[in-house]
């Protein structure tokens, strides 16, 4: 089970930290996805962590804005996000599953509710 949190209402160029905790499985058994999807829009990848957290991928549109790290004693995945644009709005999920990563939807085993993410001009 994944449990998205930490969306709010943010101004552009703002920071934001969003948080996905994970129960039901082993924390270290799999690596973790941020995906978003924006009103009338695909949901698309935002990046991963590799279980082994030896690949990260970053979406271009995120890439040196938005970093993913993780708390093993908390059980809980970070995505950090710096420099926020107004096209950054969007219910962001968290998602997991066993194998190294991907960026596509079936790429993943679990998903998290998703948390909202509006910045504001």
């Known amino acids: 089970q994944l449990q998205a949190s930490g969306g709010g209402l943010v101004q552009a160029g703002g920071s934001l930290r969003l948080a996905c905790t994970v129960s039901g499985v082993t924390f270290a058994h799999v690596s973790v996805a941020w995906f978003r999807q924006a009103p009338g829009k695909e949901r698309e990848c935002v990046g991963f962590m590799s279980r082994s957290t030896d690949i990260q991928y970053y979406a271009d549109f995120v890439k040196g804005r938005f970093m993913i790290s993780r708390d093993m004693s908390m059980n809980t995945h970070y995505l950090i996000m710096h420099s926020l644009k107004l096209e950054d709005t969007a219910v962001y999920y968290c998602?997991?599953?066993?194998?190294?990563?991907?960026?596509?939807?079936?790429?993943?085993?679990?998903w998290g509710q998703g948390t909202l993410v509006t910045v504001s001009s």
């Open positions: 998602a997991a599953g066993t194998s190294y990563g991907g960026t596509t939807y079936s790429s993943w085993d679990y």
